[in-house]
Every structure is written in C-alpha cells, then in structure tokens.
C-alpha cells in the first residue's frame, strides 16, 4: 500500500538523518523505494516532487541535509494529511488503482465525500450522488477509493447499489482494491465486491476465482462461477460443479459450463439432454449436429402448437417461446436451415398470433449497443417473429463470421428478398464498408430512405479507436451479456449522408431559376444515426451534417450535433425547451444533461423567468424545481 511505503521512506531517511548520508546512499532498500515513488510520480504532481527530492540527495553533498530535511518535511506533510494508519497494517505490494487514481484534488475538495463514505446519518446518499453527477473523477482518487469500497456494506440499499454503480464506472484498475481483504464466506457486501470483479476483470482474474470455490458461500458461489465461466480451462472444474450442486447453482454452472465451446461440453450437454429434454434449455451456445437437430425439432414442435392456437394465452407463454428462439442462435447446418425456412414460408399466419393481450404477438429486443442519446427515440425495436428469427441469424454471423451462417443468409435473401434483404445488405456493409455505396445502392436501388437509416443503427464513430464500429447484443444466457463491438474502417463514404439526409437540389423561382439544396423529412432514427456517424475531426462531414441540422434548429438532433462538436447551443435550446411540452423537472435535467453547469445556469435562469410568465399561477414546487437545479450548479462552480 502507498502508506506503507511513505512510512517505509520516513523510517529510512529519518536512519539517514542519524547516521549520515554515506549511510544512507549505500542503503541497497532505498533505490527500491525510489522506484516505487517514481511509478507514482507519473501520476501525481505531489510524487513527482517527492521523486526529484529523493534523486538529489546524492547530487551535491554539501546540499545533502537541507535536501533530507526537504524531503522529510514533504514526507510528514503527506503522512499527516492524506493518509489514515493503523500501527498493526502488514506491508503489502504496491498497487496502482486506475490510470489516474492520482490527482492534484486538494484534500479540502475531497472531505465531504469522504466523510459521506465514512460515517452514518441521513444526507450520505445526496453528498455521494451529488459528487458522481458533477465530479466522477474524484472517486478515483487514491485517498476516496478505500472508502468508498467500505460502504459497499451501506445499510441503506440503495446507496450500497449507488457505490456499486461509481465503482464499476472506475474500470478495471480498481479490481485489485476489491480483492484486497476480500471474504468468501462474507455477506451483501463481498457479494456486491465479486460482482464487481467479475464484470470489470472478467478471465484476468480467473486464478482468484478458482482459490474462492472451497469456502464461498451459494450467493458468492453463484458470482464466481460467472467468472469461471470466461476461461474454458476451467471446463472441468464446471463439470464437477454442475454434476455435485443443486437448485441455482446447478443452473448456473450448466449456463457457465454451456458458454464454452468444445467438444466434451457437448458430450456433457448431449448425455444431459438424453435423460431429460429440459436440459435443451442450455443449448445456446453449442453447434452440435446432434444437439442442434434436437433443438430445432423442439422449437418447431412448440410453433405447431402455437400455429395451431393461434394465441399464446399467457405472458409466461411468450417468455417461453422467446426463450426458445434464442437458443436457435449459434447454429448452423441443415437442420437450423430448413426450420428458418419453414418459419418464413409460415409468416403470414405467425403474424396473426395473438399475444395475451389478443393483440399480434411481437418481440421487442433491443440489438443496438451504440451511445444512447436520451432525447431521441431511436425507434421501434417491434418484430414479427419471422423477423425475430431472421435476427438470431444475423447476430449468429456477427459472433463467428464463419462461412456457414455466410451462406445461410445469401440463401434466406435468395429465397425471400423481401424478408432478409436487411440481413444481407448489414453483412456486406460489415464485410466491406469503405466500398459498400455502390454495392449496396446499386443492389437496392428501390428501397426507401428508411431502409438504409435501419441499416446504420447499430454504427458509430468509436473516439477512443478513432475509427466506425458496429455494435450490437448478441442472444445471450441469463448468466452473462454479449456484445459484438466490430472495426469497420476509419473513413466513412459522404455519399452515406447525402443519402440518408434525403439530400436533393431543387429549381425554385418562376423566372429567374435559383438551385437549393433540400432533405428529406426527419426521423428521429435518422437523426440518431447522423449524430453517431459524427466524427469531430471531420471537418467535411460536419459541414454536411452542420447544413441539415440547420434547417432543423428546434430539434433534438441539432443539439446533440452541437454537443458533439463542442458547438455554442444555448440559444437553440432555449427555444427548443420554451416549445417543448415539458415540465420544469424536465427542463432541468436536458439543460444538465447539454450544458457544463457555468453555462446552465443562464439558461435555467431564463427558463426559470419564462415559466412565471406564461404560469404565473403555478405551484410552488415548479418553481422551487428550477430553483434548486440552479443553486445545484452554483454549487458545483464554487467546487
């Protein structure tokens, strides 16, 4: 720990002091320390100093005392005022929490939320939530990390689930804090640190949950098996699990056991299913011959049934049938082939199955991963359940790329062109997007606008890879969640957006003929894609998408397009708010959501002045609702 190694420095150096500095420089633990302070001081101005202090030491030895003195002085300023001890810590490895875990924060910044952490009474989860909203990055911090994992244990539930939430917003880095005195056999707290491990770690800390099996309790048991579930070398241990648990904990390591993807799974699986069709339930991942053909007739025995009703009476009944579908995912061959086709060539009479509502049955899973944009709606995510199936294709592609779910949707778009023209013009965008245009708008010259707005719904511009991305939920088991994140290149063909705005040039004017430029009616889908298409080093593209949004100022996409490209928006969300039909709460939270809080708070004064204008007999709480979003963010530049 960084404490342990500040006091280990003082004991050295204060040797030093008494014994001199030939004592000191031969000292073989000393250059150690200086080590471990340099690995921090690329992270903290306060370690940089300390680092070059501890290097000149044995620079100039007539300067030797004073800078020893120096250094001592920093040494107790760091131990008195940003560190908490106990005389009994054992000495432990240092460990570096995030990339900037070390932070020139002033302690005085940090207090309150500390103090929020660290003691109990009412006000705890308003400081916390509070701090999270406007200044994330001080949980980060080295000196609020301990306590913030501490209060894992919050009594109060929901502020244990709020630490929960800001610790796994920290990434990765932290996972070792979380390991470091963690308990096995411990309650809500160990069980919420695990969750935590396992979905910031993943099969990096796959050797931590094999040492935990022997002594976790079944909650803590159930967590660990998720993570062992990301490495097939525990392929073995899951075997033993599944065959010696009961209840829960049977299921889930049959789900974990049935994500790894090998032969003796399948054996596993198959001998499973021999003895009891329920086990079919944990077929989603396998390509067995065998084991597909089994699943492919299960499923098609339960739509005959459906088909025959005509209903699914309950809402457990459309669980069940979705459940089901999925488990079509991942499959290839003649067996999975033949059932798609027949569930299309039955698609018509599908439709017609009405749910328990005795409105037509739809799905309505979201596949879509990329930023969501809260003030847009991105559309309907409604299927048939033809269409559905068409999906788990699709998403079965996405997973392995592999040649036989390739050919299984160039068959479907064969067949049915209509039905899996969507399918087929996604792969090729996948496969070849720097060069898609012509291929894909010659081969679909007919389709509407929309048609190609839905293809782009799972694309966006990646900052961090600085390149476009495809990214999309694969079908998944209850156990864990899967999504496809796939490079597509770093240059996007502008045509795309002339298409998609509906770009055309127009003759106006009876005598003197003048050429404008037009778009299409917007959607909100259209303008969800444009934003995430938004490359900010683009200066082309912005020119493009700058002219559309234009002529649609008092929209929701013309904000997000300026937020994109750090543009001035007060003025357009002024107007679009005083149009809206939202309330003051609502008001408050877009003007947050668009603006630093300095620049929110003109905006909220105005709305607050609007508000009285046209509702000069409004409640009180209306007005208090915009009051207090405005002393929020006065708060916030004070801090």
């Known amino acids: 720990m960084i404490l342990q190694l500040l006091l280990e420095l003082q004991t050295r150096l204060r040797t030093g002091l008494a014994a001199g500095g030939m004592i000191l420089l031969s000292d073989p633990r000393l250059p150690e320390l200086q080590k471990k302070v340099g690995v921090l001081a690329a992270k903290s101005p306060v370690f940089q100093r300390l680092s070059n202090l501890l290097q000149s030491l044995a620079d100039d030895p007539e300067l030797f005392a004073d800078r020893l003195l120096e250094t001592l002085s920093l040494l107790e300023a760091l131990l008195i005022t940003q560190a908490e001890w106990k005389a009994d810590a054992a000495g432990e490895a240092i460990v570096l929490p995030a990339e900037k875990a070390y932070t020139d924060i002033r302690y005085s910044q940090l207090k309150p939320l500390i103090q929020a952490l660290t003691t109990t009474g009412s006000g705890r989860y308003e400081i916390i939530e509070k701090t999270y909203q406007h200044h994330p990055e001080r949980f980060a911090d080295y000196r609020v990390l301990p306590a913030l994992i501490a209060d894992l244990d919050a009594a109060y539930g929901e502020l244990a689930e709020l630490n929960e939430q800001i610790l796994r917003s920290c990434g990765a880095g932290i996972v070792p804090f979380l390991k470091e005195g963690f308990d096995p056999a411990g309650k809500k707290a160990m069980l919420r640190r695990i969750r935590l491990i396992v979905d910031l770690a993943g099969n990096r800390e796959n050797a931590f949950y094999r040492s935990m099996v022997p002594l976790a309790q079944p909650a803590i048991l159930k967590e660990i098996i998720r993570g062992l579930a990301c ?25 974990a056991l049935t994500r790894i993807r090998d032969p003796k799974v399948d054996a596993f699986l198959l001998e499973k299913i021999r003895k009891n069709s329920r086990f079919l339930h944990y077929a989603g991942y396998t390509n067995d011959p065998e084991i597909t053909a089994l699943v492919c007739a299960s499923v098609k025995e339960q739509l005959q049934s459906v088909l025959e009703a005509q209903a699914l009476p309950t809402l457990d009944a459309e669980k069940t049938l979705i459940e089901s579908l999925k488990l079509l995912a991942y499959k290839t061959g003649p067996a999975i082939s033949e059932l798609v086709c027949w569930i299309l060539d039955q698609d018509a009479a599908f439709s017609a199955v009405r749910d328990h509502q005795k409105k037509p049955f739809r799905t309505h899973i979201r596949f879509a991963r990329v930023r969501p944009l809260a003030y847009l709606v991105a559309g309907s995510c409604e299927r048939t359940l033809g269409e559905t199936v068409l999906e788990i294709v699709f998403t079965s592609w996405l997973a392995d790329q592999n040649d036989a779910a390739e050919a299984l949707i160039k068959t479907l778009v064969q067949r049915w062109p209509d039905k ?42 990646d900052e961090a890879l600085k390149q476009y991305v495809y990214r999309s939920a694969l079908i998944a088991n209850p156990l864990l ?130 508000w009285k204008k046209k509702r000069p007999n409004a409640q009180l709480w209306e007005f208090y609702v915009l009051e207090s979003a405005i002393t929020q963010c006065e708060e916030s530049e004070d801090e």
């Open 231 to 255: 490495d097939p070398d525990n392929l073995d241990l899951l075997m033993q699990i599944a065959n010696n648990e009961k209840g829960k904990l049977k299921e889930t390591a049959l789900y």
């Open 420 to 461: 899996a023209a969507a399918l087929y013009a996604r792969m090729r965008l996948i496969q070849n997007f720097e060069q898609a245009y012509e291929e894909l708008t010659e081969a679909f010259a007919g389709q509407p606008r929309s048609f190609f707005t839905q293809l782009w719904a799972c694309v966006e511009y």
């Open 481 to 610: 969640e899967d999504t496809a994140v796939i490079p597509l290149g770093k240059t996007l063909d502008l045509r795309w957006i002339d298409l998609l705005t509906g770009q055309r040039n127009v003759e106006k004017g009876l005598f003197k003929k003048t050429t404008v430029t037009v778009y299409g009616a917007e959607d909100p889908l259209g303008s969800s894609v444009l934003v995430h298409l938004a490359d900010p080093e683009n200066e082309l593209l912005k020119q493009k998408l700058s002219d559309y949004f234009d002529q649609r100022r008092q929209t929701a996409g013309h904000l997000y397009f300026k937020q994109v490209y750090g543009l001035p928006l007060k003025e357009e969300l002024l107007a679009y708010l005083k149009h809206s039909a939202f309330g003051p709460g609502q008001m408050a939270m877009m003007t947050r959501a668009f603006c630093r809080p300095r620049e929110a708070i003109p905006v909220l004064n105005e709305l607050q002045d609007d």
